[in-house]
């Protein structure tokens, strides 16, 4: 590839011709520096769903979707997978390096010691019927923080920064299990210091007065695993959001509550609920084939949840760690599920047909995760509510970046306009 800096636009339209700079970073593409456009030619650039477009630089993650590649801060997931856990995987998100056991263990103080909520949030939470869906009260709790802790709200001060960063990631699962031990009429728990982050989740949410709660080792690994590949994944839809409502000065907060709702459509977060649905209703693998051929049929909206990727258009390598991954806890919880056997039938005739081969539609990371979350107990409403705990670590830490790049303004896309033309009003009995 050349080493060329600018790339040259010729307009037709008006015989001008302009240069425009090319930027490159560590890893990817090179892009071109459209800052100056409307100004140098008088046009807009039209990118709606932004495939084609960079809406900002990052050091946080790097994700190359023809190889199937993704790095938290230049360290490979499978590796951040086997050897790290989800707090060390925070860490590294949020401060750009893995920490050194001193720093490790202050950050997991810092995390402890941050995990109770306001008892008046139990209250608000009490407001909801019990069939509220979590991630209803999910962003309603988070975007509630803000009064909680108004005093130490300053955007530009680094220490509150730090403080909204520890106190969500330690906050976030305390919330999830009383809104999950909510909707099934039970007492909340409180976080037990003396338990370590996953563990000390799987307590609140499943702890019950009348016996001492068996705790596998097994499910605390497995979902401490989910969340390291749930923790951040560049500029997707949610982060964007996060991102978006950050670059106006909102909160912590509110610009994470907004990142939650965004994470709830079944387009992206959602998936992995809607992907559990669709298994119960596809119900065996003989009617895996009707499922396939409705999901390439232009006048059916049924798509195969858990499939198709914006970035990937190789296997999602978060897709093969969780796929091997499903085998093995099922296998070591004694978990005998006849989904498995229709996903895994799913996926052969998915990668066969040449309708999913050609667009390059593979499993992605929501495919396999809900098995995994049904085999831990976790309700398939509460699905998105997992995936938001781990992803607000990505959230928060590309909020501060975003807050530390000078210069930063706030996101103001354009648009083409496709509206009526100019007119005059008309007196209603002229209508
Ligand atoms: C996540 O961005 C991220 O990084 C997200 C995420 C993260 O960690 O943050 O990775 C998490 O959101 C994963 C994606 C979870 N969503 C799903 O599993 C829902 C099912 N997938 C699709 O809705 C879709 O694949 C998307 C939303 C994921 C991607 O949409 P794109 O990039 O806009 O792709 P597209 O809709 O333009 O599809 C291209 C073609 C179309 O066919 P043609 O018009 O070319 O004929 O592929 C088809 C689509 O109809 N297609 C599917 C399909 N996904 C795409 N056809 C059937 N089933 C599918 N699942």
């Not at 190359?64 to 995987?89: C, H, M, W």
């Not at 799987?202 to 001492?212: A, G, N, R, T």
């Not at 396939?292 to 049929?297: E, N, P, T």
């Not at 303004?409 to 002229?430: E, H, L, N, S």
Request: glycine content about 6%; charged content about 25%; some cysteine.
């Amino acid at each position: 590839m050349s080493d060329a800096k600018t790339v040259k636009l010729v307009d037709e339209s008006n015989a001008t011709q302009s240069e425009l700079p090319l930027i490159s970073g560590t890893l990817g593409p090179a892009c071109v520096d459209i800052g100056t456009l409307y100004k140098d030619t008088g046009h807009f650039t039209y990118d709606p769903g932004y495939g084609s477009t960079a809406s900002t630089k990052s050091a946080i993650t790097y994700i190359d979707g023809d190889k199937g590649v993704l790095l938290y801060r230049g360290y490979p997931i499978e590796q951040l997978a086997e050897k790290s856990n989800f707090l060390e995987t925070s860490y590294l998100l949020l401060n750009g390096e893995l920490p050194n056991k001193t720093q490790f263990e202050a950050f997991e103080h810092d995390i402890t010691h941050h995990t109770m909520i306001p008892e008046s949030l139990t209250s608000f939470l009490n407001g909801f019927h019990r069939n509220a869906h979590p991630m209803a009260m999910l962003a309603g709790s988070i975007a509630s923080l803000s009064a909680f802790y108004h005093d130490e709200l300053n955007v530009d001060d680094p220490a509150d920064r730090k403080l909204a960063a520890i106190r969500l990631i330690a906050k976030m699962p305390t919330i999830a299990a009383a809104i999950h031990r909510y909707s099934v009429d039970r007492q909340q728990r409180y976080p037990r210091n003396n338990l370590e982050y996953v563990t000390r989740f799987l307590h609140m949410m499943f702890e019950v007065p009348s016996e001492p709660l068996e705790l596998n080792p097994v499910a605390a690994k497995a979902l401490d695993l989910l969340f390291i590949l749930h923790a951040d994944h560049e500029q997707n839809a949610s982060t964007s959001t996060v991102r978006l409502v950050g670059s106006t000065g909102a909160n912590p907060y509110a610009s994470i509550a907004a990142g939650i709702t965004a994470l709830w459509g079944p387009a992206h977060g959602g998936a992995n609920e809607a992907v559990l649905k669709q298994l119960e209703e596809i119900g065996s693998p003989d009617n895996v084939e009707t499922a396939v051929k409705r999901a390439k049929d232009k006048n059916d909206s049924f798509r195969l949840m858990g499939f198709g990727h914006r970035v990937y258009k190789n296997f999602d390598p978060r897709a093969k760690i969780i796929r091997e991954m499903c085998h093995k806890v099922l296998n070591e919880l004694g978990v005998k599920d006849p989904l498995l056997d229709v996903a895994l039938k799913l996926e052969e005739a998915a990668l066969k047909d040449e309708y999913f081969v050609e667009r390059k539609l593979y499993p992605n990371v929501d495919f396999y995760s809900g098995l995994i979350y049904k085999a831990l107990g976790i309700p398939t409403e509460m699905f998105t509510v997992m995936f938001a705990i781990a992803r607000t670590s990505g959230w928060i830490a590309h909020w501060i970046e975003q807050h530390e790049t000078p210069g930063s303004r706030i996101g103001r896309p354009r648009q083409i306009y496709t509206g009526a033309d100019v007119r005059d009003y008309t007196a209603a009995d002229k209508r």
